[in-house]
């Protein structure tokens, strides 16, 4: 194995953290805000990721193709809080899951109407197609070098939201006290609705990034959201912090296990041994490490504190 | 009221019986599997129940089990081994292990934690089935034959196949109603009542719910068991965790904390299921939403809407 | 000498900046009653907390019946004999009455991986259960779903939970809070005859309240 396959598999590592945290970011704050637990987050993952691909296989224009799974899933994640979500804030968990995993079951197969099945496939945008010398002597694809930079200028955009403005000492406090700020006289409902809103954009972002390097397919929202779970119980739920950390050592283990386990395992045990045991070790691996933090951190990394 | 609660259920039980006979006479084999698979899920749901309704734990990974107790007869199988005295030993033996190492993580946590660890332990348990090519990976493998009891009872009989997993669903619903009312069933009970209550009267809830959480996981491999046996085919995707809300969703829809109402969610989950997918390959579309709408406004479970049914059974 | 029953140095707890309870010394006898009386929010709650093991303090160490208990879990230090009842009160709203105080007997009787017998058809936990049903004067209720006693019924019925575990030293946390003032003379004169009853078994009380003790008599 040599430095330039090490430095590229840690960009690659980093870049599915940013996007675990894009997912992450959304549901622990809808959690920790409303005390929900919404399954069908990854379904608006996967709905920006849907409308992204599809508008930009036809204007051609990928940023005008995010704005519009952005804003689309803005609001396609407004009305599904208005609708169904609102009346679970005051339920247990249990009615929550129940009632967004049928959400899952209805996104799912509604995508599979309009658009088949079968995956989606769109390439990288013409401008972001080269690559970048991110280190002397080390190309890295522009693209996902790109997606890099939108999640971490994400994780800075929420830092300032949630601690420097109104909207964010209000996500704070509603968050700790929620009969508190209703009788602020702010609109409460109307705070989390926008919230969720902002959630589901936020998924959206992650999806519409996603269409050009993953397959888009009904249920891809899942297959992350169960990672994305990995990394909440890692970091604690309720944190934004935490979701940050945890998806950058989710990401990082996850990928560098899938790329280096293989090879390490057949210099100790033989190729054909590994084989067999390295994709079905690295496929365990954060749930590996998942257990561990709780072994030790039941509360996980940077439990939110809660009143 | 309690002669009518009875009355139901023994007509419940006497119509599952009489599906063979009801089969033969129209020439109707397909109902025979059908029923047949809705009581594998039966006994899947009932066991999720001991620890979901009763012990409040609220686990989204059952399907584990399942496909851990389908893997305990389909490896044995595929190296030759056929006999069910093996295989389905083997299958309560290791579903029970992996839930003891699963609870064991799990349980020091709660509320959606739980949650989310249980999926994310099946889903582990799904990826490693997928990623095995010695075992099938995610084509499975198909079963030679059904688990063979050195000639005893021929499973290869959709008759005697029928009868046994009514055998099985029969005895476990027993063994259930003994176990909430002894000593065990009361602490599991209670400790989802008030668990701060149950420490401070001096119970160690932890030892009692990983147990719980155990026989619930053992309950859930014997499923396992059966259903590979039913489909003669062994796949990843038992384990699949929209595998473990389906049998969540008949836990709920049929009454959680109730011994036949997860019986009854099978029938009426599996029911619609074929009836709805009869009528659109769409049906996932109409089924979702009409679980929404059984959470917001229905919450009570079908078991509540039977005669003499009260809020528990006794 | 002989040591105490209970012997406390320097209990500390805090919560974030707040010391709730600080460096509390106390020792308690055989057979003795202590009273701790405060306004809220002077750390009552939160020693009685400690004591049962459901807090973990910041520092000091709690001796208890010869052994250092600072470590061990609240189940335990119930199973040692240390038994508390809950200012806020915590019962199983939908088990009956008996049922309630079975439950405490039971934990003291044995394990419970016990899968085959009915709890209820085991004489050794209905009889006890029923005659600290009675000790408490709730004898005529026992068949009635916890949670649909009136709320003084509800605070004898804690009393009773604790005291069906045999405890040495028992521990309760405000039993008098929220009683009428008008029945409250009557209640204490209960509370104490409870206390004096597990006492005749070397049984000591510690009890919290936020006013006087308005008998005036332990």
């Not at chain 1, 929420?158 to 602020?184: F, K, P």
């Not at chain 3, 409250?184 to 009853?197: E, F, I, L």
Request: hydrophobic letters at 55%.
């Amino acid at each position: 194995m040599n430095w330039l396959l090490v430095v590229e598999q840690c960009l690659n590592g980093l870049q599915f953290g940013v996007m675990l945290f894009l997912m992450a970011a959304g549901l622990t704050l809808v959690f920790g805000i409303m005390n929900l637990v919404n399954l069908a987050h990854g379904s608006l993952y996967m709905v920006g990721a849907y409308l992204a691909t599809a508008a930009f296989n036809r204007t051609g224009s990928f940023l005008a193709a995010v704005a519009f799974a952005l804003a689309a899933t803005l609001a396609i994640g407004m009305l599904v809080e208005v609708i169904a979500l609102r009346t679970l804030y005051e339920r247990d968990h249990l009615d929550q899951v129940l009632a967004t995993f049928g959400l899952i079951l209805f996104f799912n197969e509604a995508v599979a109407i309009v658009w088949g099945r079968a995956a989606l496939f769109t390439a990288v945008p013409r401008a972001l197609s080269g690559h970048l010398q991110v280190l002397p002597g080390i190309p890295y694809p522009a693209y996902r070098a790109v997606i890099i930079l939108v999640g971490l200028a994400v994780a800075l955009l929420l830092y300032v939201v949630v601690s420097r403005t109104r909207l964010g000492m209000l996500i704070r406090a509603g968050a700790s006290n929620r009969t508190m700020v209703g009788a602020l006289g702010v609109n409460i409902r109307l705070l989390y609705t926008v919230v969720f809103g902002f959630g589901a954009a936020l998924a959206a972002l992650g999806g519409a990034m996603a269409g050009p390097i993953y397959s888009v397919l009904p249920g891809m929202g899942e297959e992350i959201l169960i990672q994305v779970f990995v990394v909440i119980v890692i970091g604690g739920i309720g944190s934004i912090r935490g979701a940050l950390v945890g998806a950058v050592v989710v990401g990082m283990v996850d990928t560098l296990g899938r790329a280096f386990l293989k090879p390490m395992l057949s210099t100790v045990l033989g190729p054909s041994a590994a084989d067999n045991a390295g994709p079905a070790l690295a496929s365990m691996l954060i749930y590996i490490l998942m257990a561990a933090v709780l072994f030790f951190r039941p509360q996980g990394l940077f439990p939110a504190v809660r009143s | 009221m309690r002669s009518a609660r009875a009355l139901t259920l023994v007509a419940g039980f006497l119509v599952l019986g009489l599906v063979p006979v009801v089969a033969a006479l129209a020439n109707q084999p397909f109902y025979l599997d059908l029923f047949r698979r809705i009581m594998i899920f039966a006994i899947a749901a009932v066991s999720l129940d001991l620890i979901l309704g009763f012990g409040g734990m609220v686990s989204f990974g059952h399907a584990a089990y399942l496909g851990i107790g389908a893997y305990a007869v389909a490896i044995p199988a595929f190296y030759g081994i056929h006999s069910g005295l093996v295989q389905w030993p083997l299958a309560l033996a290791l579903s029970g292990l992996a839930a003891l190492a699963i609870g064991a993580v799990s349980l020091r946590t709660s509320g959606v934690s739980f949650i989310m660890i249980t999926l994310a332990f099946a889903q582990m348990l799904y990826y490693l089935g997928i990623s095995i090519n010695a075992w099938g990976a995610d084509d499975g493998m198909r079963l030679a034959r059904r688990s063979q009891f050195g000639g005893v009872v021929d499973l290869a009989n959709a008759y005697v196949f029928y009868y046994v997993v009514f055998g099985v669903l029969v005895a476990l619903l027993w063994l259930g109603h003994r176990l909430i009312h002894a000593r065990f069933g009361v602490v599991i009970r209670a400790a989802k009542s008030n668990e701060p209550r149950m420490r401070a009267i001096g119970f160690a809830t932890f030892r009692y719910k990983l147990a719980a959480f155990v026989i619930a996981g053992a309950g859930g491999g014997l499923a396992g068991a059966l259903l590979t046996n039913q489909t003669e085919y062994l796949t990843p995707s038992y384990m699949h965790w929209t595998r473990s809300g389906d049998i969540m969703v008949m836990v709920i829809l049929g009454g959680m904390g109730t011994l036949y109402g997860p019986v009854l969610g099978a029938v009426a989950f599996l029911l619609l299921e074929d009836i709805l997918s009869a009528w659109t390959v769409h049906w996932q579309v109409v089924l979702g939403p009409l679980l929404v709408l059984v959470v917001l406004y229905a919450r009570r479970g079908l078991y509540g809407l039977l005669p003499g049914a009260g809020a528990r059974d006794g | 000498m002989a040591e105490p029953l209970l012997a406390v140095r320097g209990l500390t707890k805090r919560f974030g900046g707040l010391v709730a309870t600080d460096r509390v010394d106390l020792e308690v006898a055989d057979g003795e009653t202590l009273a701790v009386i405060g306004p809220n929010g002077a750390g009552k709650t939160t020693l009685i907390g400690q004591l049962s093991g459901d807090l973990v303090p910041d520092a000091g160490t709690i001796r208890f019946a010869g052994e250092d208990v600072t470590a061990l879990p609240a189940p335990t230090r119930s199973q040692r004999g240390l038994a508390r009842s809950f200012q806020i009160t915590s019962i199983f709203p939908e088990f009956t009455a008996l049922d309630n105080v079975a439950l405490a007997v039971q934990a003291h009787a044995g394990h419970s991986f016990r899968f085959w017998t009915p709890a209820r058809a085991e004489r050794a936990l209905r009889e006890p259960a029923r005659a600290t049903l009675e000790q408490v004067g709730l004898g005529a209720r026992a068949a009635v779903a916890a949670g649909t006693l009136a709320h003084g019924e509800q605070r004898q019925l804690e009393i009773a939970m604790a005291l069906a575990t045999r405890p040495r030293l028992l521990l309760l946390d405000e039993p008098v809070a929220g009683r009428e003032p008008t029945s409250r003379s009557a209640w204490c004169s209960c509370c104490a005859r409870c206390a004096a009853a597990t006492r005749s078994s070397w049984s000591s009380t510690i009890w919290t309240s936020s006013s006087r003790w308005p008998t005036g008599s332990a």
